[in-house]
């Protein structure tokens, strides 16, 4: 399987993904932790990808989702941004809202961490 469609099935499979530097329990970047607490704190189930390993999913995910930075939220294969974004919805209601729309008020609030690079077969 390619980065790409690793990629892009993390994205289509996975409730909510967040693409982040370092992982929810070690964020290595304040605008990842940002992201990570407001999915969390509006009850999102997480799927993380830590793209510090690998510069090119970095690269990958960019060409994918054409959003230069990082963290990239998608919620149901939707990316609806980074940190700033999803503070900002998390901020207003509106993250919780479209989580309950997109998934259901009953969901699991569970953290997963998914490793993927380039070399991958």
């Given amino acids: 399987m390619t980065l790409h469609d690793q990629i892009q099935q993390v994205i289509d499979d996975e409730p909510v993904a967040i693409f982040m530097k ?7 970047c304040g605008n990842s932790l940002r992201a990570i607490q407001a999915l969390w704190n509006a009850g999102a189930p997480i799927t993380a990808v830590d793209i510090l390993p690998d510069p090119a999913i970095r690269a990958e995910l960019s060409a994918i989702s054409d ?6 939220v998608f919620v149901k294969g939707e990316l609806i941004g ?3 974004i999803t503070e900002e919805l998390f901020a207003s209601g509106e993250l919780g809202r479209k989580l309950d729309e997109a998934l259901g008020a009953d969901r699991e609030q569970v953290v997963k961490t998914v490793a993927m690079a380039a070399t991958a077969a």
């Fill in 22 to 28: 370092g992982t929810p329990e070690r964020p290595a």
């Fill in 67 to 72: 959003w230069p930075t990082i963290p990239q």
């Fill in 82 to 84: 980074g940190a700033d």
